[in-house]
C-alpha cells in the first residue's frame, strides 16, 4: 500500500516566521511531488510542484525534495495569516497514480 | 481557459436513492481523478482514467460506486443506494499527459439524509 504521511497539526506559527511543512511517501519509485494549499470549504489549489533532488524556489514558498529519504517538504517564507490554511502533499508514482497525504493545518498567529 | 467544473455543486438526497454526479475536465486534459472527501479529513482516492486506457478503479470502496468517461472527456460518477456515511464532497481533477499537476472542480457536496 502507497502512503503519504504528513503531521496533521495544527502547525502554528507566527507572522512573518518560516512554516516548514514535511511529507513522507513509501513509494520509491515516485516520479513527481506536489503540495497543494486547501482553504477550509474550498477545492485543493496547487502552488508548488518538485520533480527532482533539490530546492525549488517561487515567491515565498520553498519545496525541498530528497528522493534518497523519501521526503518532501515546503517552506513558507514571511508567512502571512492568509497562508492559513490545510496543505496537502501528494506524490504521483509510476503507474501515474496520485496519491494525497491527510494534510497539515497551518495557523499563521498575527 | 475554463477550469475544471463539476455539477451539481450541492445535492441531497434520500438514503437508497441513486446519484449521479458530473465532471467536465479541462480541454484536452486526458487524465481524469475522482476523490473523496469527509468533513475535515483528507483526500481518498475512487478513480482515475488515463486516455483510451482502463481506469484503475482500486479506490472505489464498494461496487455501489461507479464511473464512465465518455469520449475522453466528461466523466459521471454514479452511487447506488445511497447510504448516509457516501455524504462528503467529491472532487474531480484534471491532469495533461505530459505534466502530472492536477487542477481541481469546485467539488459536489452530497448529502445522504
Known amino acids: 500500500q502507497k502512503e503519504v504521511e504528513q503531521n496533521s497539526g495544527p502547525l502554528s506559527v507566527p507572522e512573518g516566521a518560516i512554516a516548514s511543512l514535511n511529507c513522507t511517501y513509501s513509494?520509491?519509485?515516485?516520479?513527481?511531488f506536489f503540495w497543494y494549499r486547501q482553504y477550509s470549504g474550498k477545492s485543493p489549489e496547487l502552488i508548488m510542484s518538485i520533480y527532482s533532488n533539490g530546492d525549488k524556489e517561487d515567491g515565498r514558498f520553498t519545496a525541498q525534495l530528497n528522493k534518497a529519504s523519501q521526503y518532501v517538504s515546503l517552506l513558507i517564507r514571511d508567512s502571512q495569516p492568509s497562508d492559513s490554511a490545510t496543505y496537502l502533499c501528494?506524490?504521483?508514482?509510476?503507474?501515474?497514480?496520485?496519491?494525497f497525504g491527510k494534510g497539515t493545518r497551518l495557523h499563521i498567529l498575527p | 481557459g475554463a477550469g475544471v467544473s463539476q455539477s451539481p455543486s450541492n445535492k441531497v438526497t434520500e438514503k437508497g436513492k441513486d446519484v449521479e454526479l458530473r465532471c467536465d475536465p479541462i480541454s484536452g486534459h486526458t487524465a481524469l481523478y475522482w476523490y473523496r472527501q469527509s468533513l475535515g479529513q483528507g483526500l481518498e482516492f475512487l478513480i482515475y482514467f488515463q486516455g483510451n486506457s482502463a481506469p484503475d478503479k482500486s479506490g472505489l470502496p464498494s461496487d455501489r460506486f461507479s464511473a464512465e468517461r465518455t469520449g475522453g472527456s466528461v466523466s459521471t460518477l454514479t452511487i447506488q443506494r445511497t447510504q448516509q456515511e457516501d455524504s462528503a464532497v467529491y472532487l474531480c481533477?484534471?491532469?495533461?499527459?505530459?505534466?502530472?499537476?492536477?487542477?481541481f472542480g469546485p467539488g459536489t457536496r452530497l448529502t445522504v439524509l
Open positions: 513509494d520509491r519509485g515516485s516520479q513527481s
Open positions: 501528494a506524490v504521483r508514482g509510476r503507474d501515474d497514480k496520485i496519491i
Open positions: 481533477a484534471s491532469s495533461p499527459r505530459t505534466r502530472a499537476e492536477q487542477f
